[in-house]
């Protein structure tokens, strides 16, 4: 996968950093053995950016720190205005750098020394910001559709949720990652664990769109994703822009909640996880097999209790899903429309609830307007004939009727 976040860069400037240091030449050691285990470069990255801030404000010799030296450390990584997140972290690289210095490895077969082996270190992946309330509705995944400004951002908020795609394989993705079917495509992208295909419905039209006017549309190795400024157009569009650009649109959407890359993969899965089984769930996320990560998307669906629940009151019927883009098929002709449409684009019937019920009800408005203005005719007809009847002219104050002559 392509390093879309710059960590080989950001590695290097903090090697530069650490090798001014006086422990300089242990702290690269570190480095090597981490990236020797085969590390990530974004977590030895991560670890080095620790390190140049440890050294920086409380620095310590890791080769020979007693504990008194170690509780100075961990003092001021509890003081800091840290998430708890952050802090274990730290914490977890002051315990692997003793233990590198001291025993000259840091697998988990390495004792760790006592001198960093009496603080706890809570060890967790899960991003703190995810809450079943800050979860994309597909509500809210259509509306943002809506707010593109051109076929490329459509297609791209609409394969990042439906193949509920890490930032890293979306934006990696090259023109020859999709192959249309009839009425689908297949995207090929790099994970994690290796090439996964996956088959995709309601991103086909949006996809074929942007493929239609995508700058080097010719070359199936360009970037799927380019960029359409005058400066970099067909290049790849990086992940600061991607992160800016759904911000962006969240806000033209009317979303007021935070917005990131990877809150429409934990969307499209926590829906997902309702209707799929672990397997298939690990299929299509790109997990390895016996993961424990499709267990924790089914607890945070609460897939059977919730259903269980809802069905039982008559509120649901059983296998309809919630939070899922689909295909709106129109009861009238039977033509296949996108989640968003308003109208069947084919034959023009209304498919929005919403829209029908605001048209319903200002037709039900004309209609009563006009059947009273009509009653006022009448009645004020009434009183002519009566008038005329009884050789009376008109009362005064009113005035014939357009289209009767009482003269």
């Not at 942007?210 to 199936?220: G, Y």
């Not at 067909?234 to 911000?247: A, D, N, P, T």
């Not at 089984?277 to 607890?299: N, Q």
């Not at 009861?331 to 989640?339: D, M």
Request: one cysteine or more; proline letters at 5%.
């Amino acid at each position: 996968m392509n390093d879309i976040h710059n960590y080989r860069k950001r590695l290097e400037s903090a090697k530069r950093r650490l090798a001014k240091l006086k422990q300089g030449k242990l702290l690269l050691g570190f480095l090597n053995h981490l990236e020797a285990l085969s590390l990530s470069t974004g977590r030895v990255a991560k670890y080095a950016n620790h390190i140049c801030a440890l050294m920086k404000h409380c620095p310590f010799n890791p080769a020979k720190a007693e504990r008194r030296d170690i509780e100075q450390v961990i003092a001021w990584i509890n003081g800091q205005p840290y998430k708890s997140s952050t802090r274990d972290d730290l914490k977890l690289v002051v315990r692997k750098l003793v233990q590198y210095a001291k025993c000259g490895s840091c697998t988990r077969e390495t004792p760790v020394p006592t001198e960093v082996a009496w603080f706890k270190v809570k060890s967790t992946n899960r991003d703190c910001r995810v809450r079943p309330e800050s979860l994309l509705t597909s509500e809210e995944i259509k509306a943002m559709i809506r707010a593109a400004e051109n076929e490329r951002d459509e297609a791209l908020i609409s394969t990042l949720f439906e193949g509920a795609l890490r930032p890293g394989e979306l934006l990696t993705m090259k023109l020859g990652s999709v192959e249309f079917k009839k009425d689908y495509c297949i995207i090929s992208v790099e994970g994690k664990t290796g090439l996964k295909r996956i088959p995709l419905v309601v991103s086909y039209r949006p996809l074929l769109k942007w493929l239609q006017k995508h700058p080097r549309r010719e070359n199936p190795n360009t970037p799927l994703w380019s960029s359409l400024s005058n400066n970099s157009k067909g290049g790849q569009v990086s992940y600061s822009y991607l992160r800016k650009l759904l911000k962006r649109l969240a806000g033209k959407a009317g979303i007021r909640k935070p917005v990131w890359p990877y809150l429409f993969r934990h969307s499209c899965l926590t829906a997902l996880a309702k209707v799929f089984t672990e397997s298939r769930l690990e299929l299509y996320a790109g997990w390895i097999h016996g993961s424990r990560m499709p267990k924790r998307y089914v607890h945070f669906s609460a897939r059977d209790l919730e259903d269980a629940v809802l069905e039982l009151h008559g509120l649901k019927r059983r296998g309809e899903t919630d939070n899922i883009l689909k295909i709106v098929e129109c009861p009238r002709c039977g033509a296949k429309n996108q989640p968003d449409a308003v109208r069947c684009e084919w034959c023009g019937l209304i498919l929005d609830k919403q829209l029908a019920l605001k048209i319903e009800e200002e037709e039900r408005r004309r209609t009563e307007e006009k059947e009273k203005a009509l009653i006022g005719r009448i009645e004020r007809l009434e009183r002519l004939v009566r008038s005329l009847l009884n050789g009376e002219k008109h009362p005064s104050g009113t005035p014939p009727l357009r289209g009767f002559d009482t003269s």
